[in-house]
């Protein structure tokens, strides 16, 4: 089997190809593998990235959380919360961001006429709460903003895990979050790899051996 660390040096259109194919055979009509209906307003994602937000959400979660799955939300039903007894993985802008995508592809009900799903200010520090809801439950802590811990982002590279640099660049230091922005902001610097890897870990230049 070719490893996550090999696709992740390869140019980006044939990683998603790959990537694609893959996880198709054994992940369709999961919540992790598709968007609402058969709403294209995401695929600018799942084109650069090859699978949807929701899939690269969970296995973000998935380090410090194996059993973690990214439910169904029903839509303008209450989310999830960064809860997990580890909340490394979550308590930070990058999960809260890929997140908020992965909400978009799943509310997505009146496709590209749907003005999108965004966030009031405030909105990430909820999510940090884990019954989302101010001094009631756990506090994560004032979280990671855009970068991952340490120990936490080694792992992201070493699974090969497609967290892209837009999830760390684009951030409102108010705790909103803006569909449209967040869309438009994304897809410049997707233009702007010229199918080069969007990868945080490392692009197609970079020839140090994977560690593992
Ligand atoms: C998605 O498209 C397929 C093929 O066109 C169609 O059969 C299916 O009903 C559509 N699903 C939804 C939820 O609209
Ligand atoms: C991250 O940003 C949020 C803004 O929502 C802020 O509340 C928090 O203190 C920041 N965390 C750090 C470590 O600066
Ligand atoms: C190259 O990849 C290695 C392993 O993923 C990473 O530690 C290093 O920071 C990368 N270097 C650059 C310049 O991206
Ligand atoms: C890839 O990484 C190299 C070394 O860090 C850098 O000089 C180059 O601009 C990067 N290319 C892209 C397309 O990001």
Do not use: K
């Not at 198709?24 to 084109?47: E, K, M, P, R, V």
Request: hydrophobic share 30%; net charge negative.
């Amino acid at each position: 089997m070719i490893s996550a660390q090999c696709i992740s040096r390869w140019p980006l259109l044939a990683q998603a190809a790959i990537i694609l194919s893959f996880f198709s055979t054994f992940t369709s009509g999961s919540a992790t593998s598709s968007c609402y209906g058969n709403s294209t307003t995401l695929d600018w994602y799942i084109d650069a990235v090859g699978e949807t937000p929701c899939m690269t959400y969970q296995q973000l979660r998935q380090i410090c959380n194996s059993n973690y799955q990214t439910p169904s939300w029903d839509i303008d039903a209450p989310t999830d919360q960064c809860d997990d007894p580890l909340s490394t993985c979550c308590c930070n802008s990058i999960a809260w961001s890929i997140r908020m995508l992965c909400i978009n592809c799943q509310w997505d009900e009146f496709g590209t006429s749907d003005p999108g799903h965004s966030a009031n200010a405030g909105a990430y520090y909820q999510y940090r709460w884990s019954t989302g809801t101010p001094n009631s439950g756990t506090y994560c802590g004032d979280g990671w903003n855009q970068t991952l811990q340490e120990g936490i982002q080694q792992i992201v590279c070493e699974r090969g895990i497609q967290l892209s640099d837009f999830l760390y660049s684009i951030f409102w230091p108010d705790g909103s979050w803006d569909f449209t922005t967040f869309e438009q902001l994304a897809e410049e610097t997707i233009a702007s790899h010229n199918s080069q890897s969007l990868s945080y870990c490392g692009n197609s230049t970079n020839t140090t051996a994977p560690t593992n």
